[in-house]
């Protein structure tokens, strides 16, 4: 199966009202391409799964800007004042998540997991409407998986198959995204033969990867 498509193609996957998760850390490495297509294109009624929500002119804070998500879970949003906004005035629905239980919700879907236990938010108004279950006499708020129509992740260096190297920091959320899809679009910065990655440095597998686009070679 060829990977390779072009940035045209991977839009033309990406329809009004699908569950989308993107990789990224603030400004640090969105698939900015990719996510500038959609702006483009004007998919609305987005579910947005991503850490953040980046800066009004980055990445998918321009998603939020363009009015194109109709519903964020995110760890925090206190960079782009637009998406505040638009939470307060009702027009955009915003689901807060602590980042590691955001996190451990989306390793669970690719883990084929039921949920997580976790005590990060008991007492607060993270627990309001979910289960509570005891351990050993302890409490937990059971925090359930986040699976997505579509990733959007980022590879420093691609192979044709798929198999993807991060550079530093950027690998961030998009290892554990890349398993929590039906459909996984990686954005590379450099598209390589196969086996120009040696195999200790494959951060994620091709296995998990459907298409590949971008590359600067």
Do not use: W
């Amino acid at each position: 199966m060829n990977k390779l498509i072009s940035i045209d193609d991977a839009v033309n996957m990406i329809h009004d009202g699908m569950t989308i998760m993107v990789g990224g850390f603030l400004g640090c490495k969105n698939p900015f391409r990719i996510v500038d297509a959609i702006v483009e294109k004007g998919v609305k009624d987005i579910t947005l799964i991503a850490n953040d929500t980046a800066f009004p002119d980055i990445g998918i804070g321009k998603l939020i800007v363009n009015k194109q998500v109709k519903k964020l879970i995110a760890s925090h949003i206190g960079t782009n004042k637009e998406t505040g906004n638009q939470m307060n005035a009702g027009e955009l629905e915003v689901e807060l998540v602590p980042q590691g239980t955001l996190a451990e919700r989306i390793r669970a879907a690719g883990a084929g997991l039921g949920g997580i236990l976790t005590p990060t938010g008991l007492g607060t108004v993270v627990a309001e409407g979910k289960t509570i279950i005891e351990v050993d006499g302890k409490e937990y708020l059971l925090e359930k998986p986040l699976k997505a129509d579509v990733a959007l992740i980022v590879g420093a260096k691609v192979d044709k198959k798929g198999n993807i190297r991060y550079r530093k920091a950027t690998r961030n959320f998009n290892p554990l995204m890349a398993a929590a899809a039906d459909l996984v679009i990686v954005e590379a910065d450099e598209i390589v033969e196969v086996g120009e990655i040696d195999p200790d440095d494959v951060m994620t597998p091709g296995l998990f990867v459907d298409y590949v686009v971008g590359g600067n070679k």
